[in-house]
């Protein structure tokens, strides 16, 4: 924020477990003056367990940014569940080391339940330049895919977790990337898709044409990039969530993956809300998700749950 000659400006910076600070800064000087200090005394408070970061190696020699959240009481030793959060899509990025309160409360919420909590942004991903994002050309899940099966095997490489009792979820182009992985390879043992596309002909043609094309031009790409094709393939437990006045990512979505999981006789638990849109935004609607959420992944990442 310039002041109205440009000769000042408002400058907020932040790191990972750090809330903003926001200093005044001379445009013509360089000279700083520290307007609001970062409170931090909550995050003590609240247990806050601060994110590690990492880097990783694609496949085609691509430098891949996660970061991981160990569980709030953990201690050496022990090995914990781990539930790995996908977002995977352009015009977007989960990894930052900045402070960023509304997704550091899920990601808190998740360390403080006991989970080893992880995410890595794939090749596909916004903000790494055309070609790093321009993968995703033709076929949408598959590069994505093989970059978060890179990040697993680091994951369950890590001392602390135990590579048997890991999960997925993700929402929006994540709910996407979390019905893709599951019926696209048998890395996880379960996973939550929130508000996915399943078939990329009911999704924004202004978005999916950048990288499908036309439909009457790449239909094997749609097809092979639309997870309601593949509902025979699901093996694990799968919970489907969405807001059923979702104007984004519209409710027949989900939908249709239902009756193709229906038909394909999978068995899944599904949690819709009334009146709620892509955010599910409403206050005991969006307690409700993710306590269901959490109780899911409890269950299904227990010890003594059979895996798959």
């Given at each position: 924020l310039f002041s109205p000659d440009a000769k000042e400006y408002l400058d907020e910076y932040s790191r990972a477990g750090v809330p903003a600070d926001l200093t005044l800064t001379n445009a013509i000087t360089g000279r700083q003056q520290l307007v609001a200090a970062g409170e931090t005394s909550f995050l003590q408070t609240y247990g806050f367990v601060k994110p590690e970061f990492m880097t990783l190696r694609a496949a085609d020699g691509s430098l891949l940014h996660a970061e991981v959240i160990k569980p709030r009481d953990y201690l050496p030793g022990r090995r914990y569940p781990a539930v790995v959060e996908v977002y995977g899509?352009?015009?977007?990025?989960?990894?930052?080391?900045?402070?960023?309160?509304?997704?550091?409360?899920?990601?808190?919420?998740?360390?403080?339940?006991?989970?080893?909590?992880?995410?890595?942004?794939?090749?596909?991903?916004?903000?790494?330049?055309?070609?790093?994002?321009?993968?995703?050309?033709?076929?949408?899940?598959?590069?994505?895919?093989?970059?978060?099966?890179?990040?697993?095997?680091?994951?369950?490489?890590?001392?602390?977790?135990?590579?048997?009792?890991?999960?997925?979820?993700?929402?929006?182009?994540?709910?996407?990337?979390?019905?893709?992985?599951?019926?696209?390879?048998?890395?996880?043992?379960?996973?939550?898709?929130?508000?996915?596309?399943?078939?990329?002909?009911?999704?924004?043609?202004?978005?999916?044409?950048?990288?499908?094309?036309?439909?009457?031009?790449?239909?094997?790409?749609?097809?092979?990039?639309?997870?309601?094709?593949?509902?025979?393939?699901?093996?694990?437990?799968?919970?489907?969530?969405?807001?059923?006045?979702?104007?984004?990512?519209?409710?027949g979505n989900s939908a249709q993956m239902v009756s193709a999981l229906y038909a394909a006789a999978k068995p899944f638990d599904m949690a819709y809300y009334p009146g709620m849109d892509h955010g599910i935004k409403g206050p005991a609607e969006r307690s409700d998700l993710f306590k269901r959420i959490l109780a899911f992944f409890e269950r299904h990442l227990a010890e003594n749950e059979k895996g798959h």
């Open positions: 899509g352009p015009d977007f990025q989960i990894v930052q080391d900045r402070f960023e309160p509304r997704w550091a409360a899920i990601d808190q919420l998740f360390a403080q339940d006991g989970f080893v909590y992880f995410m890595l942004d794939n090749r596909g991903s916004s903000r790494r330049g055309t070609a790093f994002e321009g993968v995703l050309l033709d076929r949408m899940g598959k590069t994505e895919l093989g970059d978060q099966l890179t990040g697993l095997a680091a994951l369950k490489r890590l001392p602390y977790v135990d590579p048997q009792r890991i999960g997925i979820w993700g929402w929006s182009y994540g709910g996407f990337m979390t019905l893709y992985s599951l019926t696209h390879s048998d890395a996880f043992r379960c996973g939550v898709s929130v508000a996915p596309v399943t078939n990329w002909l009911n999704y924004d043609t202004c978005y999916t044409e950048r990288y499908l094309k036309l439909p009457k031009d790449d239909e094997a790409g749609y097809t092979k990039s639309s997870p309601v094709h593949d509902a025979a393939d699901l093996h694990v437990p799968l919970l489907i969530a969405q807001g059923l006045v979702d104007d984004n990512v519209h409710f």
